[in-house]
């Protein structure tokens, strides 16, 4: 059980998961009031549950805290153990507040099948949650693959005209990524005699096994991030999902993949991780300078936030593979900002969508002459985007680039091109769909903002704002558990 003696792991992944069981067993249409109030209930009551992980938690400590540890498969020695630490403790608080906001925001959007669609929401924030706490391989595996399959539902059953195109090739793509970790895992398990992944940290690997093994857990990790050249299929799951979907997907389960990074690839092989952190950082800045200009040309808005998400994520993975610790914290830092700004750009993009039925920018213009609530709100947003001073864009993406500044001044230089490539397809995008003369009889139209839309964008930007101005509750958390990593992947090189 957790040191506290009060099981808050096994709280919040399963308080969201029982009650999404529940909306399915009981909800039906004709109650959608109700099972609307019966989702946030559920999400809020999770969200509570996560609190105490940060409240309660030492920062000080590299260590595992609030752990949980029961038998689970005798015949594996695989048991089912949770806990966090500086990793993963502010990700499963991220996950829980977004599936409240997730919650609000389908509220009167979803008129059909209301009681699965919120169940799909609240099972995956279970199992994502379980993913982030997960210190057995065999249960994370579990987890990370049981996530596919709420989002392959929620994008094929809810999304858009070409759903079921987009949410094969969504599965198809992450599901084969996954195949040679499993094969990982198992040969770990060979070597070890357990599942326990803090054990396999210390496990002595030649360097040729740590190659394979970091190949390995590249390939599904890469696919989640998304990597570049990996990456095709989130624009177009993007594109497909519902709103509630494209929030999920953008704010938390990109994350997944740059998690397994941390947990798996550099501390289990971090001299592998040394060998090929040229290809990582490669990868990152194709990431981030090509895909930023690929952004600049769309002329669907959802493509040109999901291929932002691309570019900001390839900013994650550098700063992971430069080994220092502004790097690494930086990535963490950019983590959680790029799920509060990545996943506000799609409310807000879903807001216009409920009104217009079209993603097309060309289709808007001059919508703050009758949204002009809205407009401030996404002009925040979209100011986040391009790493604006003052809002959590900003911090992440600057320590970042002082870590690679550390580490190479012309790997900052390009990296740093991703602030003026940013600018541009934000404002550029917010330019065309905000400002100038109204476009045609339907935007104007356009009713602002209800209550319900202001409070759910309203609360995103009070986050933004909030680490962007103060990130030290972050950083905090993640400072001794980022200094024990390197220190480890340090001591290895040394060896």
């Known amino acids: ?34 099972v609307r109030a019966i989702a946030l209930v559920g999400a809020l009551i999770g969200l509570l549950a996560t609190l105490p992980l940060y409240l309660g938690f030492d920062t000080a400590s590299a260590s595992m805290q609030f752990v949980e540890r029961m038998p689970w498969i005798d015949a594996l020695d695989s048991f089912y153990a949770l806990g966090v630490d500086g990793l993963s403790v502010w990700f499963v608080i991220l996950t829980a507040f977004i599936t409240v906001v997730v919650v609000i925001a389908g509220w009167q959007v979803v008129e059909e099948r209301v009681a699965q669609y919120m169940a799909a929401f609240l099972i995956l924030s279970g199992i994502m949650i379980g993913v982030f706490c997960a210190t057995d391989g065999l249960l994370f595996y579990v987890f990370f693959e049981a996530t596919l399959i709420p989002m392959y539902i929620i994008i094929g059953a809810w999304g858009g005209p070409r759903r079921v195109y987009a949410a094969f090739k969504f599965f198809l793509y992450t599901l084969a990524g996954s195949l040679l970790t499993l094969v990982a895992l198992v040969y770990l398990y060979l070597q070890s005699g357990t599942f ?26 890469a696919v989640k991030v998304p990597m570049f050249p990996v990456h095709t299929w989130l624009p177009d799951a993007h594109v497909e999902a519902p709103t509630g979907g494209s929030v999920v997907l953008a704010a938390i389960m990109l994350k997944l993949g740059a998690y397994g990074f941390l947990r798996f690839s550099l501390p289990i092989t971090p001299d592998a991780s040394r060998e090929l952190d040229a290809l990582i950082i490669a990868l990152s800045l194709i990431a981030v300078v090509y895909i930023g200009f690929v952004a600049l040309v769309q002329s669907d808005m959802k493509k040109l936030v999901a291929y932002s998400s691309v570019a900001h994520m390839g900013f994650v993975t550098l700063g992971f593979f430069m080994f220092n610790q502004m790097g ?5 830092v950019q983590m959680i900002s790029h799920g509060f700004v990545s996943g506000a750009m ?23 002459n009758t949204m002009p609530k809205f407009a401030s709100l996404f ?15 900003f911090v992440g993406e600057f320590m970042v680039i002082l ?8 790997i900052a230089l390009i990296a740093a091109s991703t602030l003026v490539l940013g600018a541009a397809y934000s404002l550029w995008m917010y330019k065309r769909v905000v400002f100038g003369a109204v476009a045609n009889d339907r935007v104007a139209g356009l009713s602002d903002v209800n209550r319900r839309e202001f ?30 990593l390197l220190r480890h992947v340090e001591i290895s090189k040394l060896k």
């Open 403 to 410: 870590g690679a500044v550390q580490y190479d001044f012309w």
């Open 455 to 484: 409070w759910m964008l309203a609360l995103m930007a009070a986050m933004v704002l909030a680490m962007g101005v103060y990130p030290k509750p972050v950083t905090d958390v993640t400072e001794a558990s980022v200094d024990a």
């Open 379 to 393: 002009m925040l947003f979209a100011m986040a985007n391009a790493g604006l001073p003052a809002t959590s864009g």
């Open 328 to 332: 690494v914290q930086g990535a963490i």
């Open 196 to 221: 326990d992944i803090l054990a396999w940290h210390k496990l002595p690997l030649t360097l040729n096994e740590q190659v394979l093994i970091f190949l390995a857990f590249l390939v599904a990790f």
């Open 1 to 34: 059980m957790s040191a506290t003696g009060f099981p808050y792991l096994t709280l919040a992944i399963w308080i969201p998961i029982l009650f999404g069981v529940f909306l399915l067993a009981y909800g039906r249409d004709e109650n959608a009031g109700a």
């Open 346 to 368: 799609f409310l807000c993009i879903g807001v216009m969508y409920d009104r217009l039925h079209s993603r097309t920018i060309s289709d808007y213009g001059g919508v703050v």
